[in-house]
């Protein structure tokens, strides 16, 4: 049977992609601050695996490794300081990271605990925060692009010098949020970059049944806006290609749809055993084009670093997320009835169900009864 | 000061609004130079321009979303549903979003969704919805049903002013059909506060919108014919419900009728049984009877959409059954 669209991206357009001139762009101190977040990125996510095999996550644990580079490399080409704010995906750890996430959040977040960003009401990295620039996400997936174009509306309608970037992964562009946002942002000539994270899947889905489309940049076309493709597994080429779109944006030249071409080498989520995946897919990418392997190779190559001030970085963020993990463990669960706070300014709170009065919690432990059925007993 | 009707009210809040903080914008489809499809927002683009007036692409959930995102940076967009029936098309963005961004995210949004609503119009199936119910079921939402002129413009300034989220439903019939004086000065109305439409003792109504104006008919007529003396609640707001005011006229009456145009499998009239039954069955000397549409789609044809929404007559026949309980 003939397969229509395209396959997933393959590895070997990119192999040993280290011959790219060096960037004039980034001064070497910022050079290594790729390096730094990506590693951060992908050793704080190796602690969550700890933990979640530990029974300390609550919730599913989501990766993105082998895609550090593109989380890292467009938050980059943002301006922090002229208050530029990012929507980020379930991939984009390492760019709430740039914007100054912290990883006892992070854990916190995950660990579902009271002093976490959002008290405990919500999961993994879905949150936000307006001040260093980002927006907690939805698990609905496009619906932040309609939201970050209205971000970006209330820039241009304040005349303000800011920039708002979100993003999607390919399988969100079959939404129609998608489609709505972008084209309501692209009339409006909002300061908007849309980021395309094309990591080949969307959960089970290949590319090919996600689109008929040749490639997912296609689609600027259609809605006459700039669009550029860029291999996302390059760090450099993700900062440049955003700050292209940032700087096209910021001057009024409205919105750049992006896409990033990169690969998911694990799960949707850490329990998924990607038995979808063919066979060597994933060992090649992850031999030939890690992109924190190539970055390196690349930095030693130019002479930027020595392997020794690497491991010396690398020591460092280790203890950070040791620092990190032990505060976060330390830190109490939510009171049960804080789950009342919240919902509306006015009331702050509402009462509680008349079952619940003078009820402190809602169960003595948090175990499942052979009674349900779901045991031999 | 001269009368002005609901559609003018809401239209002069609008504009109030608008002058009194430069932060409020409008956006929707055909609002700006056209005036929107039944002109509420006529006038809005001549003064305000296209920044503050856009008209936007068909885009429901591009409108809903945008609106939130400007809302979280301090912005107080009020986005126009041509219809309301086509606030169906921004659900997920109205109920997974925007509901949900104060609690699970602090972020604020403070917006409003407004659109004709209702039927009596023969608009058919999808020109004269009453969606209210599919979101009474979503906390972090408020919604506002105004059945009068004043009560039109008090709360659409109280729901631009609010810190939340306010479905601000407008009904069509009532648009050029009613008039009155407006309070002078900044008149707002609280959101959350019923209003006794018509003092009595025998027999309660509770309803809003355009079937306000139907049990006040009815209410006279009883009065007239059966020497009943019906009370008529005006809800105004159904969420956060008015509780306080529903317990107390159960308590004066023990005697209630909810009506509403809406179909009735799920409706807000459900709602309103539910609370009574948990909070004062003790005060009540009948069942709650509910008057309500039929559970089917909104016909088109006079004879249908007669038969099939509540009438008057409805609320007289509801009220007799009551007091004969």
Known sequence: ?377 | MSEITYLEAIREALFEEMERDENVFCLGEDIGAYGGAFKVTEGLLAKYGEERVIDTPISEAAIIGAAAGAAHMGMRPVCEMQFIDFISTGYDMLTNYVATARYRAMLPCPMVVRGPSGGYVRGGPFHSQNPEAAFLHTPGLKIVYPATASDAKGLMKSAIRDEDCVLYFEHKYLYRRIKEEMPAGDHTVPIGKARVAREGKDISIITYAATVWKALEAAEQVEKEDGLSVEVIDLRTLLPMDDEAIVATVKKTNRVLIVHEDTRTGGVAGEIAARINETCFEWLDAPVLRITAADVPLPYSPPLEDYVLPQTLDIVTGIRKLASY
């Open chain 1, 1 to 377: 049977m003939a397969r229509t669209g395209n396959p997933a991206p393959r590895p070997a357009k990119f192999h040993g992609d280290t011959r790219t001139p060096v960037r004039g762009m980034l001064s070497p101190d910022v050079r290594l601050e790729l390096y730094y977040y990506m590693r951060l990125t992908r050793t704080l996510e190796e602690r969550l695996v700890n933990l979640y095999r530990q029974t300390k996550v609550v919730g599913g644990l989501f990766r993105s490794l082998g895609q550090e580079a593109c989380a890292v490399g467009s938050a980059f080409a943002l301006d922090r300081s002229k208050g530029d704010i990012l929507s980020p995906l379930i991939r984009n750890l390492g760019s709430m990271l740039v914007q100054g996430a912290k990883p006892a959040e992070i854990i916190r977040q995950y660990m579902a605990k009271g002093d976490s960003p959002t008290r405990g009401r919500e999961l993994n990295i879905h949150y936000g925060d307006l001040v260093r620039g980002f927006v907690g996400q939805i698990s609905h997936l496009g619906d932040m692009v309609p939201v970050m174009a209205g971000v970006s509306l209330s820039f241009k309608m304040r005349k303000q010098d800011r920039v708002a970037l979100v993003y999607v992964g390919d399988g969100a562009t079959s939404t129609g949020a998608f489609h709505e946002g972008i084209n309501f942002a692209a009339v409006q000539r909002c300061p908007l970059v849309v980021v395309v994270e094309n990591n080949g899947y969307a959960y089970s889905t290949p590319l090919r049944k996600q689109t008929a489309a040749k490639q997912l940049v296609d689609k600027a076309i259609g809605y006459g806006i700039a669009g550029e493709r860029a291999d996302g597994n390059d760090v450099l080429a993700a900062y440049e290609v955003t700050k292209r779109a940032v700087d096209r944006a910021r001057a009024g030249g409205g919105v750049t749809l992006i896409e990033l071409v990169t690969y998911r080498r694990k799960g949707h989520a850490e329990h998924d055993n990607q038995s979808y995946v063919p066979a060597g897919e994933i060992d090649k990418w992850a031999a030939e084009n890690d992109p924190i392997d190539r970055y390196v190779k690349r930095m030693l190559t130019e002479g930027l670093v020595k392997e020794d001030e690497l491991k010396t970085i690398d020591a460092q963020i280790g203890a950070e997320i040791d620092r990190a993990t032990d505060e976060a463990e330390a830190s109490p669960m939510p009171e049960p009835d804080d789950a009342l706070v919240g919902v509306y300014a006015d009331p702050a709170v509402i009462p509680p169900l008349w079952f619940r009065e003078g009820v402190k919690s809602a169960v003595e432990v948090n175990e499942r009864p052979s009674s349900w059925g779901t045991h031999d007993v």
